[in-house]
Structures are given as structure tokens and as C-alpha cells.
């Protein structure tokens, strides 16, 4: 089930990773920053609410999605009092547990708006739609990931390393090109012949998204 979620939510432009058992969760989570977590009740090794009671008490404040086939209103409580902040019982629908995802992302942070606009760049994070001006801009799930993850940060410089833990997953290759070449894709898709370009390259630091006035497109 883990792999069908995962391939449902890449497929939805999330960057996601597996752990196939609570030891595993918790190495994961000490070692990465995550946006939200989904997580089973029944983990091998240590069980979800475990899992979730150590994330809270290492002090952990990513936003949990709680996954059992335990539907009783005590395996619920017992959820909530371990540090869950929402609980979806099997079976469910993939479409509830995105609509679910996205309200704890939009919970998590006061300032994460459905509609994100740069200048006159549009983001609708609901329908994953983009224009710039009066046209729309046809990007693919990875471009339209990688966009959405700048405009979240609009104005602030992003670093390769903060791309690749957010946009891709763990099987990213540090040593490719792969990032460079989806930033210059997605530059010439939004920029295109716009007198004010939106995607900007800091060398040897990353790449900022914001309307810079005055400077030439190269």
C-alpha cells in the first residue's frame, strides 16, 4: 500500500519518501525535513503511535496523517493523544487522503495560500495550473513541482540542496544535472520573451524567484 500511495502522491508532483518500518521512520525524519508525514498504525518493529509519541518528544513538529484500519473512536483518541493531527482509516480514498495532505500543509503554515502570484505569474496549487499574462504556461508534474517550491519561497534564495529534498526524493542523484536542466526549462516556459524574467540563477549559491526589474534575460 505504501508504494501505491507513493506512486499516487509522485504522481500528484510530491516529492516522497518510503520507510518500511518505525526504526526506519525515525532514522528518516532525524535525518531529513519533511513538509508532512504519513503514517501506519502497524509499522513492524515499533508501531505508528510510537513512532508518532518519539517524533513529538524529539521535539518534531512536521504535520502527521495517521493511516490504520483501526476505526474504533479510542484507536482515534489514542492517535490524537500520541501527536497526530489527522487520522484516515482503510479503506479510503486517494483523493481524501490528497485533500487531507493538503490541508495539514495549508494548516502548517498560516501564509501557504492555494493561489501564489509573482508580478503577473499565477500558481493555483489546487488545480496545479499556471499562467504568466493572459496565457496559460503547460508544465510537466516535475516542472510544476519544482516551480510551485520556488513561488512557496518567492523573493528568497533556494539552494540546489533545498530543491532536491523537497522537489525530488531519496533516490536523487547528487552528482547529476537534472536540477539545471528543469530550472532552464522552466525558465524558458515562464520567462519566455517577458521583458521582466521571474527565475533568476545565484552561481554557486541557487536560484531565486522574483521580478528584477531592469536586468537582461541571458
Known sequence: MARVIAKGLREQSYAVDLAEDGDAALY??????????????????????????????????????MLTARATVDDRITGFDAGADD?????????????????????????????????DLVVDSASHRVSRGERDVQLTAKEYALLEYLARRSGQLVTRAEIAAHVWDDSFDPFSNTIEVYINRLRKKIDGSHTTPLLHTRRGEGYILEPQKGTRKI
Do not use: M, W
Open 28 to 65: 528518516q525524519t532525524s535525518i531529513n525535513d519533511y513538509d508532512a508525514i504519513v503514517l501506519d498504525v502497524l509499522l513492524p518493529h515499533r508501531d505508528g503511535y510510537e513512532v508518532c509519541r518519539e517524533l513529538r518528544a524529539r521535539g518534531n513538529t512536521t504535520p502527521i496523517l
Open 87 to 119: 487520522y484516515l482509516t482503510k479503506p479510503f480514498s486517494f483523493r481524501e487522503l490528497l485533500a487531507r495532505l493538503r490541508a495539514l500543509l495549508r494548516r502548517d503554515s498560516q501564509l501557504r495560500p492555494d493561489v501564489l502570484e509573482i508580478e
